[in-house]
């Protein structure tokens, strides 16, 4: 797991328990339905406003959070850099072939 995913995670919890503390009651911060209602429009608006390729792509990138995965920064400045030059060449039209191949 990635240090920052690490930190990221230990500041919220943090967090939600300190204003549980502060506010006295933790059951007050827990209502099942509320966590429906936020949850399940999320979860809708998510499938709603994406194509599933997105939502598969979208399920790789959160585990590669999780798990630690980096990118190869040598190949992605690479690639970078020949987008911008074929858009230089070619027009920012020109990219959009190039895109689909992203992983």
């Known amino acids: 797991m990635d240090l920052t995913t690490?930190?990221?995670?230990?500041?919220?919890?943090?967090?939600?328990?300190?204003?549980?503390?502060?506010?006295?009651?933790g059951s007050a911060f827990v209502d099942f339905q509320s966590m429906l209602i936020v949850l399940g429009g999320t979860g809708g608006a998510l499938i709603v406003a994406n194509p599933p390729e997105k939502l598969k792509g979208s399920l790789k990138i959160l585990k590669m959070a999780f798990t630690g995965g980096t990118p190869d920064l040598v190949s992605l400045v690479q690639t970078v850099v020949s987008f911008a030059e074929k858009a230089r060449r070619e027009g920012l039209l020109a990219l959009e072939s190039d895109a689909s191949e992203l992983d």
């Open 6 to 25: 690490i930190i990221g995670l230990a500041i919220c919890l943090i967090l939600v328990i300190g204003g549980v503390v502060a506010g006295g009651q």
